[in-house]
């Protein structure tokens, strides 16, 4: 063999190692592909899955361009392996480095390596930060004008910025994430309460709904869809097939009575889909491949039922849906309008798309609440890494005990201008803190164009403290003040789910045996006359026994007394039974204000 055939040679084998070198991960992802499409066909979560999960970890925006970290870590191992490939040709073909375009291409490889490694660590280092600069310029921080100077939870911001435009933002940040602060105080949207907890409603439903064998209650589906007349909401979920059982319908209940209503698929309206359904039944592998660039959480599937009557009315399901797109080297979710199901005569599912839906065309949420959890997260990046990881900075759900199944995203509709909300009490991040220091607000009965704005309402640090474990305990007391019954706060007590409404205004929830029999309105600065409401005349104590009266109506009951009011001259020592009623209310209202002063102050330190 001459020299010429060895270099030939040692040449070839140096190409097929390095086509193996690039290649092999390459024609695994095609061969798995191909595996799901073909093998897999009608599966369509198979197909949807996979392709997004290759633009979520390799391609965001299908292709190099903007590629994530894990390509490019992918990218600088294959160069590696080029290296190696160029100095074991020309060490193995006697060409040795003295050569010009050996030189070059052990240059350019090199350089490439380098390249390939800075993008990693670029995009390793903002990939977190792009998802906060993505959902920060749909959010605002609305700060109350005066009083005691700018709160406390917002300082991270508030100090290193700059003169906005004046309409929409009153100053912008500094940082490298865009945030915008308004000056302004909350609004008063005076919110249409509710009747009955999200517990209740799930107790109620779960118990009462579904007639065939193989159906369930979507859990995730529960829903509560606010009326426009007051205290005229409803509770709904939808009533899933499993295994080839089909979906059955819609469950309401109108969060008073014992009974559940059903609006089910049948006639000409049949339904021959389920989400749990298998096989040909499965209503998800149905979505993927009709719309397979569109992705949605169980938590934001609901339904309702189109008539009077909903023993007549026809169900429909509305699924808010978001897309998963390119965001600088990375993907995000961003809304995408809703899909609505509903029967047909030959049991195929007529399902219509809607990108854009305007407030008033559907009773329910078209917003999708998982994407709202989303930017209330990245809300922490506002003020830059250094607020976010040094100081804390950012908000959070309360896990105060009594909203610990549901501790946000109520949906609300306001009274003044009709439109539905999803409204969120929020506490410090990183704090053991459970003071609402503000409040998330994004409008949800609308979808298109991208993201709602979320607004932030932060609270003035003179503003009156609301704690929602102080809240209950005052819940409690007053309770067993007007009924003689007592009652216990928390997961798995009687009193559950405090939820705002009004102007600092709050409903606890009283639930016995799964079902709520009384709420009670509260004010957070205790201001207000409490107004407790029996749903069901008389109220029962949770251990049986003989029933106390139904309280008095609102107008009737005992104010609660005044902040600053004093306690009654003979002492709140005494005996209890010697007190007058509006006496035992100011020592109730005392003791609340002596624990809330103790929640507020740091604990001292242990030994």
């Given amino acids: ?83 190696g490939a160029v100095v074991y040709v020309a060490g193995e073909s006697g060409a040795g480095f003295g050569g010009r375009w050996v030189r070059l291409a052990l240059v350019v490889t090199v350089l490439a390596v380098v390249g390939s490694l800075v993008r990693v660590g670029t995009g390793l280092w903002d990939d977190d930060k792009d998802a906060g600069r993505f959902y920060a310029a749909a959010t605002v921080l609305d700060v109350p004008e005066g009083g005691a100077g700018t709160p406390r939870s917002v300082l991270p ?78 509770w709904t979920a939808v009533l899933d097939g499993s295994g080839e059982q089909p979906m059955e319908g819609v469950a309401v209940w109108d969060g008073r009575s014992n009974s559940v209503a059903t609006c089910a698929f049948r006639g000409d309206h049949a339904f021959g889909r389920a989400f749990a359904g298998s096989g040909a039944v499965s209503l998800r592998n149905l979505l993927a491949e009709r719309f397979p660039e569109l992705v949605y959480s169980d938590q934001d599937i609901w339904g309702y039922c189109d008539g009077a009557d909903p023993r007549t009315a026809r169900p429909v399901v509305v699924v808010s849906v978001a897309r998963q797109i390119g965001w600088r080297q990375r993907t995000v979710l961003e809304p995408a309008g809703v899909l609505v199901l509903r029967g047909s005569p030959d049991g195929r599912p007529a ?26 997260h990245e809300v922490q990046w506002l003020g830059g890494r250094g607020a976010k990881d040094d100081r804390g900075f950012g908000y ?62 932060v609270r003035g640090d003179d503003a009156p403290s609301v704690n929602l474990d102080v809240l209950a305990s005052r819940m409690v007391s007053y309770m067993a003040q007007q009924t003689s019954i007592t009652i216990s706060a928390g997961q798995g007590g009687a009193l559950q789910e405090l939820v705002p409404f009004g102007r600092d205004m709050w409903r606890g929830f009283v639930d016995f045996n799964g079902q709520t029999q009384d709420y009670i309105d509260l004010s957070g600065d205790a201001t207000v006359t409490p107004n407790l409401v029996s749903l069901n005349g008389s109220i029962t104590p949770p251990g049986g026994g003989q029933p106390a009266p139904a309280p008095a109506p609102a107008s009737t009951a005992t104010p609660a007394p005044a902040p600053g009011a004093s306690a009654p001259t003979g002492g709140c020592g005494g005996d209890p039974g010697q007190l007058t009623t509006g006496q035992l209310a100011a020592c109730v209202a005392e003791l609340s204000r002596q624990l809330q002063g103790r929640v507020q102050d740091p604990a001292p330190a242990r030994p």
């Avoid at 070198?21 to 695994?28: E, I, R, T």
């Avoid at 219509?352 to 209330?376: C, H, K, M």
């Fill in 396 to 457: 959070d759900h309360t896990s105060a005990a009594t909203n610990a199944g549901n501790p946000g995203e109520f949906l609300l509709r306001s009274k003044a201008d009709g439109h539905l909300y999803y409204v969120t009490p929020l506490v410090p991040r990183e704090s053991s803190s459970q003071l609402v220091v503000g409040y998330a607000v994004l409008q949800a009965d609308r979808a298109g164009g991208g993201l709602n704005e979320l607004h932030v309402y």
């Fill in 1 to 83: 063999m001459t020299e010429r055939d060895v270099r030939r040679s040692v040449v070839r084998n140096g190409l097929v190692a390095l086509a193996v070198w690039w290649l092999w991960m390459p024609l695994v992802a095609v061969v798995v592909w191909l595996v799901k499409h073909l093998v897999f066909g009608g599966f369509g979560q198979q197909d949807q899955s996979y392709v997004l999960l290759l633009q979520q970890e390799l391609f965001p925006h299908g292709g190099v361009l903007d590629a994530t970290p894990l390509f490019w870590i992918w990218a600088a191992v294959g160069l590696c392996g080029t290296v």
């Fill in 351 to 376: 399902v219509t798309y809607r990108a854009e839906v305007a407030p008033g065309e559907l009773p329910g949420a078209v917003y999708p609440a998982s994407v709202v959890r989303d930017q209330i």
């Fill in 157 to 234: 911001v508030t100090e290193h910025t700059r003169p906005g435009d004046g309409v929409r933002c009153d100053l912008v940040g500094t940082a490298d994430v865009p945030a915008c602060v308004k000056t302004a105080p909350m609004p008063d949207f005076d919110f249409e309460a509710r009747t009955a907890s999200y517990a209740a409603a799930t107790k109620a439903l779960t118990d009462s709904a579904g007639l065939t064998s193989g159906v369930h209650l979507m859990g995730h589906s529960l829903h509560y869809l606010p009326d426009a007349s007051q205290g005229g909401g409803v």
